[in-house]
Each structure stands twice: as structure tokens, then as C-alpha cells.
């Protein structure tokens, strides 16, 4: 979107800032229009719900092409750091894929992070040759933690997957941006417009958006809503925006009034 400000993930240079999911869409071919429209290049793939093998059935392939976008497995669904092991590595013996997203989730009902199976799962895999992606909680130690430990990107969380809340706690995301150096992606929580633009307004390198596009009236226009609202936001922040002021300031000069 924005050819002299690339959006570089373990070392690849991306033009979109938005990352787009795969799942709860009507069918796999509103997926992929809603993916075109948004010009995202990476593409979110639960592992554990998609079907990948059974070619009976449709594939997520036939209607995007991994070679012309980039997938990123993802742990959706797991509860533990030995199910998420297992389920990327599995992604790695199917597609080859290396860069990856991983989340523990740690409650059925909220489906925050269990950060302390992340931890130790984000360490396993870095190990292991994987660049990970990680669903995180949005605690600034937390988020530095996973840097320290070789995590490629962060991915705190704007508010429950699939609320549609919006960013909750404003303060953490930015003091999350002022204390690392890898990418920090706004993940679960989107609902709207708004609030994409806002997260790339606060410094955020990208945003992931799945139930807000999949789940609206009409995902086709929500899906450029957000292509619009990540590159408006991202040049809102690059621009520098005005200080906030309690008193009024006139826009004309006070001098040569006529």
C-alpha cells in the first residue's frame, strides 16, 4: 500500500499492513473476494479446522493460491503448549511452512492467552527453526519477553477474539511499541473501520482482522473499509499528528485583518 514504507516481517517486505483471516466466511469463495479487495498478502489458516488433505472436499487452496499469497498457520483452538507444538509441526510436514502464528488460549469462555504455555511454546519453536508470530495478552513485560526469547512478531490483543470491543487499553499498546523492536500487530478485537485505523494511529505495525470482515452485513465493503482505514491510520501516525490543546487556536493569522 505503501511502496517507501514496507512492512518487513523476519526479514520479508510486505506493502499491506493488513493481515487477513480465513475463517467463519460464508464460503471459501467470499473468502477469497474479501482477501482481493483487501490487498492483504498474508492470509491467516487455522491448522486444527481447515480442511487441508481431503480433496473430496473444497480446499482453501483451490480459491487462494499459496504460492501468490502467503499463509500463516495458526493454532486456533489450542489449550495447551503440546497441542500447539504438535499442530505446527504438522503445518511444517504438510506445506513447509516455517513462519507461523502461534496461540495458547487459556479460557473457553474469554479465549485469552495463556501466556506462561506460550512462553514456553514460543521457545520450543524458535529452537525448533520456526519464526513465530505470537497471540499475546497486552502486558508490556509479557510482550517483552516474547522479544527476548526470539518471538518474529507480536500480536497483543485489542480486546476478546471476535468482540468487536475495539482497542481497550490504549496506554499498553503504546507502551508495548516504546519497548520493542519487532513488529507489533494488533490482533483480535477489531470491529469496525475505526477502530483498524486507530490501532495503526497509536503505532501499530499492522493489523489482523478476521471476524470483522467475515461476519459483517457486507464483508466485500468491510474488507476495503479496513484496506482503507490500515493505510489512512498508518499515514495519520507517519504524519504526526497536532497536540491535543484545552483552549482554542484560530487557523487564520492574527495579523493583516482586514
Given at each position: 500500500?505503501?511502496?517507501?514504507?514496507?512492512?518487513?516481517?523476519?526479514?520479508?517486505?510486505?506493502?499491506?499492513?493488513?493481515?487477513?483471516?480465513?475463517?467463519?466466511?460464508?464460503?471459501?469463495?467470499?473468502?477469497?473476494?474479501?482477501?482481493?479487495?483487501?490487498?492483504?498478502?498474508?492470509?491467516?489458516?487455522?491448522?486444527?479446522?481447515?480442511?487441508?488433505?481431503?480433496?473430496?472436499?473444497?480446499?482453501?487452496?483451490?480459491?487462494?493460491?499459496p504460492k501468490k499469497i502467503k499463509y500463516l498457520p495458526n493454532t486456533a483452538g489450542c489449550f495447551t503448549s503440546s497441542e500447539?507444538?504438535?499442530?505446527?509441526?504438522?503445518?511444517?510436514?504438510?506445506?513447509?511452512?516455517?513462519?507461523?502464528?502461534?496461540?495458547?488460549?487459556?479460557?473457553?469462555?474469554?479465549?485469552?492467552?495463556?501466556?506462561?504455555?506460550?512462553?514456553?511454546s514460543t521457545k520450543v519453536l524458535v529452537k525448533e527453526g520456526f519464526k513465530v508470530m505470537v497471540y499475546c495478552s497486552d502486558?508490556?513485560?509479557?510482550?517483552?519477553?516474547?522479544?527476548?526469547?526470539?518471538?518474529?512478531?507480536?500480536?497483543?490483543?485489542?480486546?476478546?477474539?471476535?468482540?468487536?470491543?475495539?482497542?481497550?487499553?490504549?496506554?499498553?499498546?503504546?507502551?508495548?511499541?516504546?519497548?520493542?523492536?519487532?513488529?507489533?500487530?494488533?490482533?483480535?478485537?477489531?470491529?469496525?473501520?475505526?477502530?483498524?485505523?486507530?490501532?495503526?494511529?497509536?503505532?501499530?505495525?499492522?493489523?489482523?482482522?478476521?471476524?470483522?470482515?467475515?461476519?459483517?452485513?457486507?464483508?466485500?465493503?468491510?474488507?476495503?473499509?479496513?484496506?482503507?482505514?490500515?493505510?489512512?491510520?498508518?499515514?495519520?501516525?507517519?504524519?504526526?499528528?497536532?497536540?491535543?490543546?484545552?483552549?482554542?487556536?484560530?487557523?487564520?493569522p492574527k495579523s493583516g485583518i482586514i
Amino acid at each position: 500500500m505503501l511502496n517507501n514504507d514496507p512492512f518487513i516481517i523476519d526479514k520479508t517486505k510486505y506493502r499491506s499492513r493488513l493481515i487477513v483471516g480465513t475463517g467463519k466466511y460464508k464460503s471459501f469463495s467470499e473468502c477469497a473476494k474479501a482477501v482481493k479487495i483487501s490487498g492483504a498478502e498474508i492470509v491467516t489458516v487455522a491448522v486444527r479446522r481447515v480442511n487441508i488433505t481431503d480433496k473430496s472436499k473444497p480446499l482453501l487452496m483451490d480459491y487462494l493460491n499459496p504460492k501468490k499469497i502467503k499463509y500463516l498457520p495458526n493454532t486456533a483452538g489450542c489449550f495447551t503448549s503440546s497441542e500447539a507444538l504438535r499442530t505446527l509441526r504438522l503445518a511444517r510436514e504438510i506445506g513447509g511452512w516455517k513462519l507461523v502464528k502461534l496461540e495458547v488460549l487459556g479460557d473457553k469462555k474469554t479465549l485469552f492467552p495463556d501466556m506462561i504455555e506460550t512462553i514456553k511454546s514460543t521457545k520450543v519453536l524458535v529452537k525448533e527453526g520456526f519464526k513465530v508470530m505470537v497471540y499475546c495478552s497486552d502486558d508490556p513485560l509479557i510482550a517483552k519477553k516474547l522479544e527476548d526469547v526470539g518471538a518474529s512478531a507480536i500480536m497483543p490483543l485489542a480486546s476478546p477474539i471476535g468482540s468487536g470491543l475495539g482497542i481497550i487499553n490504549k496506554v499498553n499498546i503504546k507502551i508495548i511499541k516504546n519497548k520493542i523492536k519487532i513488529p507489533l500487530i494488533i490482533d483480535a478485537g477489531i470491529g469496525d473501520a475505526v477502530d483498524a485505523a486507530e490501532a495503526m494511529q497509536l503505532g501499530c505495525d499492522g493489523v489482523l482482522i478476521n471476524t470483522a470482515i467475515a461476519k459483517a452485513k457486507k464483508p466485500l465493503i468491510m474488507a476495503e473499509a479496513m484496506k482503507l482505514a490500515v493505510m489512512s491510520g498508518r499515514k495519520s501516525y507517519l504524519s504526526g499528528r497536532i497536540k491535543k490543546n484545552t483552549f482554542g487556536s484560530a487557523s487564520s493569522p492574527k495579523s493583516g485583518i482586514i
